[in-house]
């Protein structure tokens, strides 16, 4: 899967931080914007998730969507939360994942990995998950020019550790 230029590393201490950072993004995201979401089970992909939902103005309990697919919320922007961890590579299809983010809405796909580069043209945010088998994640950032002044904005550029921590 192509995801671009890492622009930005974060290391966080817990599910707190990394909702912290998921709000921070949250507050600079705009309509159209697709995150893919890439890293183990328990890694933080949810976490991040609700996160970027409280920096959208979502007042809702943001929940993994595994066994409905997609869940859709409203705030400042709509975000639409899908989880592909169910599905075959090529089952992305049958939900019509790319009209997803054409919209209104941002997009935020758990296991954005087994979406098959479909979202490719969109100028997908791809977001690795890393842990070190506690609490602690490594979380990377890769995408254009475009989302390292959007992360820069968000104040995560200036978190990111020195290489290799």
């Known amino acids: 899967m192509e995801v671009g230029t890492e622009v930005a590393v974060v ?3 817990s599910v707190e931080m990394t909702e912290e950072v998921g709000e921070a993004l949250g507050l600079v995201l705009a309509a159209g914007d697709v995150l893919l979401l890439i ?3 328990g890694a933080g992909k949810t976490a991040l998730a609700r996160g970027i ?3 959208l103005g979502i007042p809702d309990r943001v929940v993994s969507p595994t066994f409905v697919i997609v869940r859709q919320y409203r705030g400042r922007l709509p975000l639409a ?3 592909l961890y169910r599905l075959e590579e090529g089952d992305t299809f049958a939900i019509d994942m790319l009209e997803l983010g054409e ?3 941002v ?3 758990e296991w954005g990995d087994r979406s098959a580069g479909i979202f ?3 100028d997908p945010l791809s977001v690795f998950f890393e842990t070190d088998g506690g609490h602690r994640r490594r979380i990377s950032f890769s995408g254009s020019e475009r989302w390292a002044g959007r992360l820069a904005r968000a104040g995560l550029a200036k978190r990111s550790p020195a290489a290799g921590t």
């Open 11 to 13: 290391v966080s201490d």
């Open 39 to 41: 890293g183990d089970l």
């Open 53 to 55: 939902a409280r920096g």
């Open 81 to 83: 939360h899908a989880d």
């Open 103 to 105: 919209g209104d809405s």
């Open 107 to 109: 997009t935020v796909i």
């Open 120 to 122: 490719a043209e969109l």
